[in-house]
């Protein structure tokens, strides 16, 4: 992973990463071999990537509200346990649950349209309704890419300090 990479993540993610939200993710397990947290730091690796990709082709990104999405697309979805259910209950409702989580963390002034479509779209296509920004495709393929990683054992997260990150430095 490039050291631009990593920065990205810290300049846009940073105090997300700090947040008290993000690091209680580390405590709920994900995909059955994850952390919620991890498996969002993979997310928003991956779509960095990607950006990287489209911006040499010339097609603008908004990386803030697309590493704000990335970061957040599942926060919605800590307590499921208690809070859904079932499985299917999830599956619906952790997109609406992390917008709500979103907003109450960075604010109306932060908070776009970018971000509130891609997270609420972030199933499709399990899910009927496409994304509306290029962003909220982005991010929809980089959760799939990231989950079918973390299943092999080579989690786009690999390379961070979780560490540090853990630690909210
Ligand atoms: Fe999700
Ligand atoms: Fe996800």
Known sequence: MSDQ????LHQYGDDILC????????????????TVAEHSLGVAVVCLHMSAILQ????PVQERSLTVAALCHDLGIMGRHEKYKNDFECFGKHPEDSLEVIRNMIGED???DIIENSVRRHMWPLTPVP????????????DKI???????????ARKLDLRKVRQGS
């Open 146 to 156: 990231s989950a079918v990683m973390e299943r092999l054992g080579r989690s786009p």
């Open 5 to 8: 990479i990593k920065s990205l």
């Open 19 to 34: 947040s008290e939200e993000f690091q209680s993710a580390f405590g709920q397990t994900h995909h059955k071999c994850m």
């Open 56 to 59: 040499k082709m010339h097609i």
């Open 110 to 112: 932060e908070y776009d």
């Open 131 to 142: 994304p509306k920004y290029h962003e909220g495709v982005m991010l929809t393929a980089a």
